[in-house]
C-alpha cells in the first residue's frame, strides 16, 4: 500500500501563488506517474497536471502558463507552484500516484482562491 500526504493548500487572493506538496511512502514502483486532481463543488474530479518518473509532464488546458508540476525521485515527492491564481481553480486538490498495479489517493488539501 501507498500512503500519500499533501500539504500547502489554504487561502489566497486572485493572482496570488501557492505551492502544493505530496510525499508518497510505502511500497512505490520506480516507473510511475505522479500528478495532482481537483475536485470543485458539484463537479467531478478532474486531472489538473501529472509528471512521469522520467520526467515528461503533462497539464490541462486551463492551467497552461500558470501552473507548474515537478517531481523529486529519490524522496518520491510532487510538487504543483499555482501562480496567477484564480477564482476557477478554487478545489480540493487531490495526490495521485498511477502504477502498473492501481490509482493511490492522497486525503486532499483544500485551495480556496477569493476576487
Known amino acids: 500500500q501507498v500512503q500519500l500526504v499533501e500539504s500547502g493548500g489554504g487561502l489566497v487572493q486572485a493572482g496570488g501563488s501557492l505551492r502544493l506538496s505530496c510525499a508518497a511512502s510505502?511500497?512505490?514502483?520506480?516507473?510511475?506517474?505522479m500528478g495532482w486532481y481537483r475536485q470543485a463543488p458539484e463537479k467531478e474530479r478532474a486531472l489538473v497536471a501529472r509528471v512521469h518518473s522520467a520526467g515528461s509532464t503533462f497539464y490541462t488546458d486551463s492551467v497552461k502558463g500558470r501552473f507548474t508540476i515537478s517531481r523529486d525521485n529519490a524522496k518520491n515527492t510532487v510538487y504543483l507552484q499555482m501562480d496567477n491564481l484564480k477564482p476557477e481553480d478554487t478545489a480540493v486538490y487531490y495526490c495521485?500516484?498511477?502504477?502498473?498495479?492501481?490509482?493511490?489517493w492522497g486525503q486532499g488539501t483544500r485551495v480556496t482562491v477569493s476576487s
Open positions: 495521485n500516484l498511477l502504477d502498473n498495479v492501481r490509482d493511490y
Open positions: 510505502g511500497r512505490i514502483s520506480g516507473v510511475n506517474f
